[in-house]
């Protein structure tokens, strides 16, 4: 029996279990969410042929603001935004409105950050008018020497996988998923799943979603379509390509 010393006083509220509980859960899916955008930032280093003068506040934003116009208010997702913005540059590669013709009027990129060691999968995709298209694909050396390519090739696209590609692209319903989704502190956080880039020009109408691998839902399919069936890379070779992380 809990003395009089020990009973709570009229008037002071008393402590819920449930509170204490919950407090190191929401503290932990807090913490992994930083820890999926900031690692990349911690592991990046300049390689010994690029300039080591990193961009100032000014210069990334202005980045994030080129490859994915319209897409990323300031402070929403800037993070995530300024990671991809910097490893597309360093990788070689230019925002899509620049890379746009009237003759190659649709590109599609894909932008793997894999994990564990956030090594940037890059693969872009490039239709004519014609209905064929080519290729690139990107992979980093490591997330610390971004610019140094261990894989880069194009690859020529028949009408047949286009097509496949583009029916895949009309279920995923990309065109209405918002750019950055709502993270909910009540739902487990993916620890260690893949940050996936998504976007597209086509026709002069642009659009990008960022997702973790575990978040991806109807847009795996199309993406894992370009990625590892028109690209040619074996996602089964890293299971962290795959996305799916340890949830907690």
Not at 110 to 128: E, K
Not at 157 to 166: K, Q, Y
Not at 173 to 180: A, G, K, L
Not at 184 to 200: K, L, R
Request: hydrophobic share 40%; with cysteine; glycine share 6%.
């Amino acid at each position: 029996m809990p003395s009089v010393r020990d009973l709570p006083r009229k008037g002071q509220a008393t402590a819920n279990p449930m509170d204490s509980r919950r407090l190191p859960s929401m503290r932990s899916k807090y913490l992994a969410l930083v820890m999926m955008l900031v690692l990349p930032l911690l592991y990046a280093r300049p390689s010994s042929d690029q300039n080591t003068t990193q961009p100032g506040p000014d210069a990334a934003r202005n980045d994030v603001d080129q490859f994915f116009p319209g897409q990323v208010p300031a402070g929403h997702g800037d993070i995530w935004a300024r990671i991809n913005s910097r490893d597309l540059r360093l990788m070689g590669e230019n925002p899509l409105a620049d890379l746009a013709s009237p003759q190659v009027p649709q590109i599609y990129r894909v932008l793997i950050q894999t994990r564990p060691h956030n090594v940037p999968v890059l693969a872009r995709l490039c239709l004519g008018v014609d209905g064929t298209g080519e290729a690139v694909i990107k992979v980093s050396q490591s997330a610390r020497f971004a610019d140094v390519l261990t894989t880069s090739r194009s690859i020529k696209v028949s009408p047949t996988d286009a097509g496949e590609f583009l029916r895949r692209l009309a279920t995923s319903d990309f065109w209405s998923m918002p750019t950055f989704e709502t993270f909910d502190i009540h739902q487990p956080v993916a620890v260690g799943s893949a940050s996936w880039m998504f976007e597209v020009e086509k026709e002069g109408k642009y659009h990008a979603v960022f997702r973790s691998g575990a978040s991806l839902t109807s847009l795996r399919d199309v993406a894992s379509f370009l990625v590892a069936n028109i690209g040619q890379l074996d996602l089964s070779a890293n299971a962290a390509l795959s996305g799916d992380g340890k949830q907690h």
